[in-house]
């Protein structure tokens, strides 16, 4: 057995239909790697209304490097992830879904990168996304561009949460307070040096995806509010353009009348000039609304999670 300890957080929400199978993976790569390190794994169940729970408990029984820490309702994988940063008490700590999407055939080479090629975090990226809806990967494509684009976080394509870091990156992680979490954003903005490991796409081995299309386009929004102020610099541009263009036109009316004496036409002008403003004027009016509900919330210092049952506890700054 290895000194060193390597914490496996799975966030799980509603995977009754795969965690005795990805338990059974993760054991035998636990096997693999144990001259290197000694696994513990963490599953964070996120308000899972079937089964879940009680398949950790039972597995918690059986095996004691089985921690879990249970939430009183859904709050969402980001959520999940931060609580399982808190509560991880490896030298190393690897992010995993519940699925199987992420292969722990993976973790070797992960390890290596850390130990070995003194990265601080390593992480997968997806190659391709077969089996996923073409909808789907077309509108992720999207996002990431203007994403990057907009907040100038750059996030490599299909880049995926499928991370392994070292404790002082997810110390990191965890000193950024904010309630509304990107997390793929928070591990670009926290810096170190990350190793980008490319692979093939994998079918969840059993039960359905938990996002919907209007979930990843709120997580998407969320994104891009959390990381950039850009959308708000908008209102100014668009702003300055407009008065520019009125006081052109302006002098062109009164030449035009002082010129040929016109009678002022052009109503349809007037009231497509209208809309067009007053549409502006909306839009401009909810991106600064998409910005101060962001701060309400944040303002509040609502907890990210709430913990019903755990058998673990928070992990304490070692000194
Ligand atoms: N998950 C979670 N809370 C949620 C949604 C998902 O903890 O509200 C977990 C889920 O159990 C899985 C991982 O996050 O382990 C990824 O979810 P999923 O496989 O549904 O996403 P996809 O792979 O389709 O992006
Ligand atoms: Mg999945």
Known sequence: MGEKILSIVVPCYNEEAVLTAFYEEIRKTAEVISDRVSCELLFIDDGSGDATLSIIRSLAESDERIKYVS???????????????????????????????????????????????SYDSVAMR??????????????????????????????????????????????????????NRFTKGIFTWVGFRTLWIPYHNVERSAGSSKWTFWGLVKYSMNGIVAFSTMPLAIASILGALCCAVSVLMAVWFVLKTLIWGDPVPGFPTLITVILFL??????????????????????????????????????????
Do not use: C
């Open 71 to 117: 939430f009183s309702r859904n709050f969402g994988k980001e959520a999940a992830i931060y609580a399982g940063l808190q509560h991880a008490t490896g030298d190393y700590v690897v992010l995993m879904d519940a699925d199987l999407q992420h292969p722990p055939e993976f973790l070797p080479q992960m390890l290596d990168g850390i130990l070995l090629g």
């Open 278 to 319: 007053g549409g502006v004027q909306l839009l401009m009016i909810g991106i600064l609304g998409q910005y101060f509900s962001k701060m309400y919330l944040e303002i509040k210092h609502r907890p990210m999670y709430i913990a019903k049952e755990q058998n673990t506890a928070e992990r304490k700054e070692k000194n």
């Open 126 to 179: 997806r190659v391709d996304r077969k089996g996923e809806k073409r909808v789907r990967s077309w509108f992720s494509r999207r996002f990431y561009r203007i994403n990057q684009k907009i907040s100038g976080v750059d996030i490599p394509e299909g880049a995926t949460d499928y991370r392994m870091m070292t404790r002082q990156m997810a110390d990191a992680v965890l000193s950024m307070p904010e309630v």
